[in-house]
């Protein structure tokens, strides 16, 4: 199924969702920076290009790359416990970066990954009416080339580097923010934090793993009850 079929089905449950909910139901869209490590350094011929690992291959270097772009997602709480009110919550968006964290190559948008992911969210209701803080456990899917190498240590004729092939993987993250009240039907995602894990799906030449780090800022919006 393709990133696009995924997304919109996506929307759809959450608009689903939506008709029911009366007062706890958000939309949002934020800014996000992901740092995904611990990928194999894979150039025979330099280094890799996001160059925090600083070896070529053989030299049992690992690299990262640090890929950005928007997410949007939406979530709808159903149920109080005390002062946590539970929910669910399901978001979708693309990265991008300029350097490869397998490879030598280096260009414009040469590192993507498009996320689609779906977890529980916990709120929590403090003494300070304009703050909310919340944490969740999300897991999902990535398609994403980060960990494989591009198909040559170059570029193509036309001067543009060739695209590494994609793989899918399973993907799970812990988010913690903090959403901070502007409006009445506004809040301030004043910032996100996220650890985890992807793990590839299927054979590749790449790494069979990633570390996730996340970090992201954004706006939510009420729906109006």
């Known amino acids: ?25 958000a939309a949002y869209g934020m800014y996000t920076a992901t740092d995904y490590s611990g990928i194999k350094c894979l ?38 416990i005390g002062p946590v009110r539970l929910g669910i919550d399901v978001r979708a968006g693309g990265l991008h970066a300029n350097k490869s964290a397998s490879s030598s190559a280096g260009g414009e948008g040469i590192s993507r990954s498009q996320t689609v992911l779906a977890g529980l969210r916990g709120s929590i209701h403090t003494p300070i009416s304009w703050l909310s803080p919340y944490a969740q456990v999300s897991a999902g899917w990535t398609r994403s080339n980060v960990t494989e190498p591009s198909q040559f240590s170059g570029t193509t004729i036309t001067g543009y580097p060739l695209q590494p092939p ?3 993987f399973i993907q799970y993250e812990v988010f913690v923010g903090a959403d901070v009240h502007v409006l009445p039907f506004m809040d301030l995602r004043a910032v996100e934090l996220g650890i985890g894990n992807m793990n590839r799906i299927g054979s590749g030449s790449g790494s069979d793993s990633a570390g996730v780090k996340s970090i992201g800022t954004g706006l939510v919006f009420h729906l109006p009850h």
């Open 43 to 80: 150039d025979t011929l330099s280094y890799c290009s996001a160059g925090v690992g600083g070896g070529a291959v053989g030299s049992g270097y690992t690299d990262s790359v640090k890929p950005s772009g928007g997410f949007g997602g939406a979530y709808y709480d159903f149920k109080s």
């Open 1 to 25: 199924m393709s990133f696009r079929k995924v997304l919109f089905f996506g929307a759809v449950l959450c608009f689903g969702i939506a008709g029911t909910a009366r007062a706890q139901f």
């Open 166 to 168: 994609y793989d899918n």
